[in-house]
């Protein structure tokens, strides 16, 4: 028994201690940083959607939430940790923007690579 524990002891020290993946930990924060879903105003992969249109005196507006997936993750921590007119200040730390913003490079690497090979082309 002794010999087993001896055998088990490098492989139970070097166990992933991590319940759920980098990826997953950046959806879960995306679906619900603090309340209120990213995807709500950026769209199911960052790609931005409209929250509202109306119309007012100087006829319609539409408020719309931006484009995320070609943002850098500076920008993003900036954007995520700033003051807004509209979108509400979430606190998270560089940690989880760097989750979220990994989420959607992974979830968006094929409209990411099509994107550059278009640029790279021209």
């Known amino acids: 028994m002794k010999r087993l524990l001896l055998i ?14 980098h990826y997953e930990y950046g959806e879960m924060l995306y679906a619900n940083p603090r309340g209120v879903s990213c ?6 992969s960052g790609e931005g959607r409209v929250i509202v249109s109306y119309k ?7 408020l719309s939430g931006a484009d995320i997936r070609k943002k850098s993750l500076k920008e993003m921590i900036y954007s995520v ?15 989880e923007v760097k989750a979220i913003y990994d989420y959607l490079q992974i979830k968006n690497s094929h409209y ?10 021209k």
């Open 8 to 21: 088990l002891i490098p492989f139970i020290l070097s166990a992933q201690e991590d319940f759920i993946s």
């Open 39 to 44: 995807a709500q105003c950026h769209g199911n």
């Open 56 to 62: 007012d005196v100087d006829g319609k507006q539409v």
């Open 81 to 95: 940790n700033s003051y807004h007119k509209v979108m509400p200040r979430y606190y998270l730390t560089d940690e």
């Open 112 to 121: 990411l690579s099509k994107l550059q090979k278009n640029n790279t082309s």
